[in-house]
């Protein structure tokens, strides 16, 4: 009889002892390649779901996958503390964040444990500690010194139950909601502080340094929105400026309207009295509409006209100047011209208001020429400039920038009479990291009549939140009238000055939490220079790619700004990216406590043990897709454990060994070996998993049968044992140590492969006649394709086939199928 397998008490056994011998401690260790693996660090919620697993173990696996490998691997794991559930709770609850932050994390860090990964806890970081927060003020600073960080007045998102401004990116859906809690977002004008993520707009668009998902790299470079064209100038009646920025200068000449945003700054100015009631009326109206109601395509456009007019500069045409809600103040400059014959919205709004459609592109094909009265839509495509009198003749094509001739012309034209110049637009906007609440880190910013903005110095970091205060039930910050809190002196003159109340993005911590796990002790520095030295970039990275145009642009940019501080030399935060996808609900739901579909975690490793938990959630999906939860799939790996713990245990006795059984038996490992190896590369956990069940398989037949040599079914059993050490870690530790091996097997090598071992002997070929498949042969696995041809055309089958005749041609694709054409 062979010891049973109890999971609870084995866990909790080897869990006991990597803690105590630090197995996991992870230090600088020059002799060895760096590894630096990297998970996203979660929100203490409370409690671990099985999405966090499904993020965390297969993460775990590869790290240790990389540490037999023989890497000196770095894997820590933190808290992303701040943010607004801690403060809404506070609110419900009637206490501080602080208290539910800090009893949250200490009930996750013991379901982390449970799960037996390799985190070093020595280097956990905490975003809401004190110390980290001094070094998120330190380096506000730090941008601010660069003129990377900045204060203005702006209409920003803001989501009225949350009670605090949103950036860009935390804004959802048609219906412009608020990504945490759903309610829709208003605009209000505020003073705002922002960081110039603008600045390294083209440094975000090369991705040549970083091996990233196609489906990321493309959603950043749509977030990012790189448009070539022009910049040219008109003038108000008065005089004064309005720059439009057009993807398309050549068609000027076609601008018949211009259209300004009803928040743009010279509405006021240019509308004329008599228009004046109208336009107000109209500014109301839009007020209340969301930017995706403003910019729909299929809603019926409105507008008013201003009164006032623009000059076009391109032919001193007077053109009127209308207001209208589908140009918003958030792209570009908040004015556009307009060109009719060649612009579909445009068309349709002059069309409504009865405005002048003048074409400029005479479409390619047609003879008669393009009329006003002959159009029944804009004109968008090949052709030859027209009406436009310098490049009048030359062609256009739909290419973008100075691909196409006319607007390469154009520019050319533009610039040599001073009337406008090349340029490049961006749709990315500076991050908004102002926020109206409580539970953040506060911005080190003081306010003094006299020196104006004054950086907190650095010997008075970290500006720490209260503990004394009461919140309101409406979610208004209670920072702002805790007068205790925010009067202050300044640090220059010394006189009465007050605090900043609003406190950070709580994704400034997370833009760079993966250097303070290098050192999350250091009071000197953000890090450790020597740590970072060696340990640095994060060679991979793994998480949701819900967080590709928000936390993983913002922690490049913050990496680009780190180099220029001298902090670190390179420009890229993470070298490699992998994303999970999700884990669904039994009904093929995204789960949720109302749907009664949620799988906790902690429930299965009681039943099961967190190695069956882990084998499964490796197994069940591509990880990259994810995908339903399956109660009775859990019974599979379950089984795979169970039935590699007989087998590592059981008493073998050959009875008569063949040496064919034991040549299969031994191919059979080292194809595993070579299988569970490119699969661990790729990240194809599940093959992987289906790869060690089917070893096991024939580990099982070669038990029964006793015909394999004892050295055979050895190597077969402790290779399957260092596969499945990273994805099963605690049994396979028991198993190795029952075995008589040393500790650890989370240390020991991982199997490499024979080629000559592993090779088949032979392989089955599909023989085809014009594509059809008639027969199936067996030929040595390195046949010749000469050979491969005869065989084929040696089979009964096949001369049956032919009766008699001679074949065409005969293609084969090696090791796969012969295909005879008669």
């Not at 208290?99 to 905490?126: H, P």
């Not at 309005?242 to 259209?259: C, K, N």
């Not at 307009?338 to 919205?345: L, N, Y």
């Not at 032919?802 to 090696?814: A, F, Q």
Request: charge should be negative; proline fraction near 6%; charged fraction near 25%.
């Amino acid at each position: 009889m062979t010891k049973s397998y109890n999971h609870q008490e084995i866990e909790a056994k080897w869990q006991s002892k990597w803690e105590k011998t630090g197995l996991y401690r992870q230090v600088v260790d020059k002799s060895k390649p760096k590894h630096y693996a990297l998970t996203m660090l979660p929100y203490p919620s409370g409690d671990l779901h099985i999405g966090h697993w499904y993020a965390m173990v297969p993460s775990d696996s590869r790290a240790r996958y990389m540490r037999m490998n023989g890497y000196n691997v770095l894997f820590p794991m933190g808290f992303d503390a701040f943010g607004l559930p801690a403060e809404n709770a506070a609110i419900k609850n009637n206490m501080h964040p602080n208290i539910w932050t800090y009893s949250n994390i200490e009930r996750m860090r013991k379901q982390m444990r449970l799960m037996g990964a390799m985190f070093d806890w020595e280097r956990e970081a905490i975003s809401a500690d004190p110390l980290f927060t001094r070094w998120d003020q330190w380096f506000f600073k730090k941008l601010y010194e660069l003129d990377l960080a900045y204060r203005k007045k702006a209409a920003v998102d803001f989501c009225p139950s949350c009670n605090t401004t949103l950036a860009r990116e935390q804004v959802w859906g048609e219906d412009r909601h608020c990504e945490r809690c759903g309610t829709p977002v208003i605009k209000k004008e505020l003073e705002q502080w922002f960081f110039r993520t603008t600045k390294y707009t083209e440094e975000l668009l090369d991705f040549s340094q970083i091996d990233w998902p196609e489906r990321v790299k493309v959603m950043q470079t749509n977030w990012i929105g790189r448009s070539e064209g022009a910049e040219v100038v008109f003038k108000t009646e008065q005089g004064d400026p309005m720059p439009i920025f057009t993807t398309r200068p050549d068609t000027l000449w076609g601008a018949t309207f211009m259209v300004m945003a009803p928040e743009h700054p010279l509405v006021d100015k240019i509308v004329s009295d008599e228009q004046r009631s109208a336009v107000d009326r109209y500014k109301e109206g839009v007020a209340r509409l969301t930017d995706i109601e403003r910019e729909s395509t299929t809603r019926e456009k409105t507008g008013v006209f201003s009164g006032g007019y623009a000059i076009n500069p391109v032919n001193q045409a007077r053109i009127p100047i209308w207001i209208a809600d589908y140009v918003l103040m958030g792209y570009g400059t908040g004015a556009i011209m307009a060109v009719p014959a060649h612009d579909q919205r445009d068309f349709e709004f002059a069309r409504q208001f009865g405005l002048e459609i003048v074409p400029v592109i005479q479409p390619k094909g047609m003879n008669e020429p393009l009329t006003a009265a002959a159009m029944e839509e804009s004109y968008v495509g090949p052709g030859v400039m027209i009406n436009s009198d310098p490049i009048n003749g030359v062609a256009t094509n739909v290419e973008k920038g100075r691909k196409n001739p006319s607007i390469a012309a154009t520019i050319d034209w533009l610039e040599a009479n001073g009337t406008g110049k090349e340029d490049v637009n961006y749709r990315l906007r500076d991050w908004l990291i102002s926020r109206q609440r409580f539970w953040g880190a506060p911005i080190p910013i003081i306010y003094c009549e006299t020196d104006g903005i004054v950086p907190v110095p650095d010997d008075q970091l970290p500006v720490l939140l209260p503990e004394n205060v009461d919140f309101d039930p409406n979610g208004k910050s209670p920072l702002k009238t805790h007068a205790e809190w925010y009067e202050t002196t300044c640090p220059i003159c010394g006189e009465k000055a007050i605090r900043e109340t609003d406190t950070m993005d709580t994704f400034f911590g997370s833009s760079w939490y993966q250097y303070r796990y290098l050192s999350p002790h250091n009071e000197e520095a953000p890090f450790d220079p020597d740590e970072g030295a060696y340990w640095l970039p994060v060679d991979q990275y793994t998480g949701g790619i819900e967080h590709a145009t928000m936390h993983l642009i913002y922690t490049r940019f913050f990496t680009k700004a780190m180099r220029e501080m001298g902090l670190v030399d390179f420009d890229e935060p993470m070298l490699s990216l992998n994303n999970q996808g999700m884990v669904l609900g039994e009904d093929n739901e995204k789960m949720s406590k109302s749907r009664g579909n949620v799988v906790a975690p902690d429930a299965l490793v009681e039943q099961y043990g967190a190695d069956t938990v882990r084998t499964y959630l490796m197994f069940f999906s591509r990880w990259e897709q994810g995908g339903p939860w399956n109660y009775d799939g859990i019974k599979g790996p379950q089984r795979l454990l169970s039935d590699v713990w007989q087998a590592a245990l059981a008493t073998y006795e050959p009875n008569s060994v063949s040496e064919k059984a034991t040549k299969v038996m031994r191919r059979k490992t080292h194809q595993t070996i070579q299988k569970v190896t490119d699969d661990m590369e790729t990240f194809s956990f599940n093959t992987a998993v289906a790869a060690t069940m089917d070893l096991r398989n024939h580990i099982l037949r070669a038990l029964d049968s006793a015909d394999v040599t004892r050295e055979a079914i050895d190597e077969a059993i402790e290779s399957i044992l260092l596969l499945l050490a990273p994805i099963a870690p605690h049994m396979t530790e028991e198993l190795w140590e029952m075995r008589g091996k040393p500790y650890s097997i989370h240390t020991a090598s991982w199997p490499k492969w024979d080629e000559e071992v592993a090779k088949e002997e032979s392989i089955t070929l599909i023989v085809q006649i014009n594509g059809r498949v008639r027969d199936r042969i067996e030929v040595p696995a390195d046949v010749s394709e000469e050979e491969a041809k005869a065989k084929a055309l040696a089979s009964p089958i096949i001369q049956e086939r032919l009766d008699g005749g001679e074949p065409r041609k005969i293609i084969v694709v090696p090791g796969r199928l012969v295909n005879i054409v008669a």
